[in-house]
């Protein structure tokens, strides 16, 4: 096994898994180089020394703060996505409880929701988990129709982490408003890709995964809504206005404001370039196998998220016999030898045939047009030979996922 390795770093794979953490930026690692080696003090410090990571993290907080166009003190850093996921839902739930105890969300949330909502569920409040279409969107009627008078909280990702289907945020939002019901999104997909512009969204909550826009791992963000209380996860200090104790984690929290200060420049740019990756590749892998099936939806979706599946072909034999060439995810998961298929996509009613055959190609910045061609020769390549040895007929394939 070492000689692949060692090709490996030599020629590395083509990576096409932006979806599930990006690398550093290097303006991101610049940035926060400084704050490793020299301005090391902790924060909470009146000297030298604490003064420049405390002016550290107000200008991070601000930058955050510009690319959701909010208030810097709505802004409050957290440990990553999950733990701004955690501090928003139960944060709500317990501040709430009095007024009511239900909550509603979406059937294809990230375990950093669904997980927390189980938890709410042990403890007394009384979660929906709503159906989706089969390209992945939540209809607003469906939402309308769950609705109660002790409704207290919706959370609903802005965009999906398999398929990428974008969920119709701003109507959602008029609807909660509307009924006084706080309104959480997960963006951990979208912030960075697409505008996530809270006055325009209409969340009262929004979550930020470092990791996802080529900041460090380990580093997040949550706004709250000015005005609004939540329930403290942690107790202690009183970091973070008061709200998450804890000493800050100054060298992820400057990679954090770095990076959506470039995400904030660079947007649209960023967005047509990882659009034109997706369809290279999309356009590639639909003349080489005209029975390729989209998974999400065809235009609500990321623009660097593309979720096929090739009929006939078994997407984790695939990415086990390309992973020295691309480096991307199936829509399926294998525990103990058993094929277990993505809660996502079985939410979506596709067939569970379909779903064994699903893979997840998501692009980035650093993605390149040869890195595309290089990745297609060898997708192609491998479904190819797996079709050719099962033997199958492009219509018995066709009429299986069907």
Not at 77 to 87: L, V
Not at 165 to 174: F, G, H, K, W
Not at 267 to 288: I, P, V
Not at 347 to 376: C, F, V, Y
């Amino acid at each position: 096994m070492r000689e692949p390795t060692r090709n490996a770093e030599r020629n590395p794979p083509v990576y096409l898994d932006y979806n599930a953490t990006t690398p550093l930026d290097p303006a991101v690692l610049e940035a926060m180089w400084p704050y490793a080696e020299r301005y090391f003090g902790n924060p909470s410090s009146t000297h030298w020394y604490g003064q420049q990571a405390a002016r550290a993290i107000a200008l991070a907080r601000n930058q955050v703060a510009e690319l959701l166009n909010c208030q810097a003190e709505e802004v409050i850093f957290t440990s990553g996505g999950t733990e701004a996921n955690n501090f928003a839902l139960q944060g709500v739930a317990f501040a709430m409880k009095e007024r009511g105890n239900h909550i509603l969300t979406t059937a294809i949330e990230h375990p950093a929701v669904t997980e927390v909502c189980r938890f709410l569920e042990r403890n007394g409040f009384d979660v929906t988990f709503l159906p989706v279409d089969e390209t992945g969107r939540l209809e607003l009627a469906t939402l309308e129709s769950a609705i109660t008078p002790r409704t207290i909280l919706v959370s609903v990702m802005h965009a999906n982490n398999e398929v990428g289907t974008i969920q119709p945020i701003e109507q959602i939002a008029r609807i909660t408003r509307e009924r006084e019901i706080i309104f959480h999104t997960d963006a951990a997909q979208t912030v960075g890709k697409i505008p996530s512009d809270v006055s325009l969204l209409g969340v009262d909550l929004l979550s930020v995964a470092g990791h996802k826009l080529y900041a460090p791992k380990g580093v997040g963000a949550l706004y709250i809504r000015r005005g609004l209380t939540l329930e403290k996860l942690l107790y202690g200090a009183g970091h973070e206005q008061g709200r998450r104790p804890g000493t800050e984690n100054v060298l992820g929290i400057v990679g954090l404001g770095a990076a959506c200060a470039r995400a904030t420049s660079g947007l649209m740019q960023n967005r047509r370039h990882l659009e034109r990756m997706r369809n290279q590749l999309f356009e590639g892998l639909s003349l080489a196998f005209p029975a390729l099936q989209l998974n999400g939806h065809p235009d609500l979706r990321l623009p660097n998220t593309l979720n096929i599946s090739i009929p006939g072909v078994e997407a984790h034999r695939l990415l086990e016999d390309i992973q020295h060439q691309v480096a991307a995810s199936a829509g399926a998961a294998c525990h103990a030898g058993r094929m277990e298929g993505s809660g996502v996509l079985q939410a979506m009613r596709i067939s569970d045939e379909r779903a064994k055959g699903a893979i997840r190609l998501s692009t980035g910045q650093m993605t390149t047009e040869q890195e595309i061609d290089k990745a297609l020769q060898a997708i192609i390549r491998v479904a190819r030979d797996q079709l050719e040895t099962s033997g199958k007929t492009e219509a018995e394939d066709r009429a299986e996922f069907s």
